[in-house]
């Protein structure tokens, strides 16, 4: 079995256990998702950013295609039932040893998930794509839906 099967079926089998022991501890798992409605109208949520870059920590290179990149993350989002949206960009960083590398990144943005979920995504994707670590930013933000019929 290929280095690449094996890591998608371990992906496969850890998020299928992930989710089973949330919805498991959770009444409805889809709680608290969108946030606190104000007076306003206006929803309370966190924004967070997930920070990966696509270069194996190891050989300091990218091993593979960014759009295979690209299917795994959406893979692990899609097993942990989130709603996202991905940037490509290019960066640079140091690593622990002090070496500097440009690469390819990913920024994976996530609202109003919850801290536990982004946690567990963040740690997926720093084994599978082989990093060293990923940097998670959090805001607070308001939001509101506008829908095609809205009178203001």
Known sequence: MKKEDNQRSLLHHMMKEEWERYLKNSLDPF?????????????RLTE???YIGLNDATEKKQLFETEKYMDVLKTVCR??????SVNKEQGGYFHEDGTYTEENSFVLLLIGTEREVV????????????????MVTENRIGGYFINRDAKE
């Open 31 to 43: 709680a608290g998702l969108y946030g606190e409605k104000e007076e306003d109208g206006i929803v």
């Open 48 to 50: 967070t950013r997930i």
């Open 79 to 84: 097993s942990y039932h989130v709603p996202f």
């Open 119 to 134: 946690k567990n995504i963040a740690k997926d994707l720093c084994t599978f794509f082989g990093q060293e670590s990923v």
